[in-house]
């Protein structure tokens, strides 16, 4: 069993900047992929990051502004938000999978076994 906790969560203007963190606890040894999914009003949850200890990938809104990390020693994950849009608002998610990341499947949230409660992050224009 797994337990993820997100924090660094807060409310920023257009173009600032936020660092995520999500903090594992329990069999942190199972883990082997850490991503990022994010959910805003009237949106889908959609993928935004995922890390192993060998690769990272990225999806396509947030290439080049969002850099994500994997400690894999410590079970935990942290996300770098640069370059905020108001598109950015979301709920931000951290989840844990005990499987590498892949590139087929790395935004497939149907494919992480636990999640933690989210960290809300609002952009302004």
């Known amino acids: 069993q797994v337990e993820l906790a997100e924090a660094g969560g807060g409310s920023v203007q257009y173009g600032g900047s936020l660092t995520l963190s999500c903090a594992a606890s329990?069999?942190?040894?199972?883990?082997?992929?850490m991503a990022w999914f994010r959910k805003s009003l009237g949106k889908d949850r959609e993928a935004v990051a995922a890390a192993d200890p060998w690769s990272s990938y990225y999806a396509e809104p947030v290439r080049g502004r969002f850099f994500v990390s994997f400690d894999r020693d410590t079970g935990s994950s942290t996300l770098q938000l640069n370059g905020l849009k108001p598109d950015d608002t979301a709920m931000y998610f951290c989840?844990?999978?005990?499987?590498?990341?892949?590139?087929?499947?790395?935004?497939?949230?149907?494919?992480?076994?636990?999640w933690g409660p989210g960290t809300q992050v609002a952009v302004s224009a």
């Open positions: 329990g069999r942190i040894s199972s883990i082997d992929c």
């Open positions: 989840a844990a999978r005990g499987r590498y990341c892949y590139p087929e499947d790395y935004d497939n949230s149907a494919k992480y076994d636990d």
